[in-house]
């Protein structure tokens, strides 16, 4: 594992990257399951279409890997992001957000 000191907080980079101040971990970021799964050459289930964070609960509930929510062509409201990002992150899934 290996740090980056920024100003008073250090940040460790490993599978999951978290800022810490001396022992008290301050946030950290899960790994991203499609990013890895790729990496490994394994096939990945991503939902896309329609979406809402009630749908991605039930999805992920089923197994999926991560939920493609379009914003650039689609109907998707921007303001709904953060729910759909929440819901993903409950169930483990990866939101990709374009």
Known sequence: MSTIQC?????????????QIGDV???????NIVKRKLQLGEPVNVLAGYMDPDLAEVFGNLGFDGVWIEAEHGSFDYRDIPDMTRACDLWDM???VR
Not at 26 to 31: L, Y
């Open 25 to 31: 971990v301050m946030a950290e970021i899960r790994p």
């Open 7 to 19: 100003g008073n907080y250090w940040i460790l980079t490993s599978e999951s990257s978290r800022i």
């Open 94 to 96: 990866t939101s990709i």
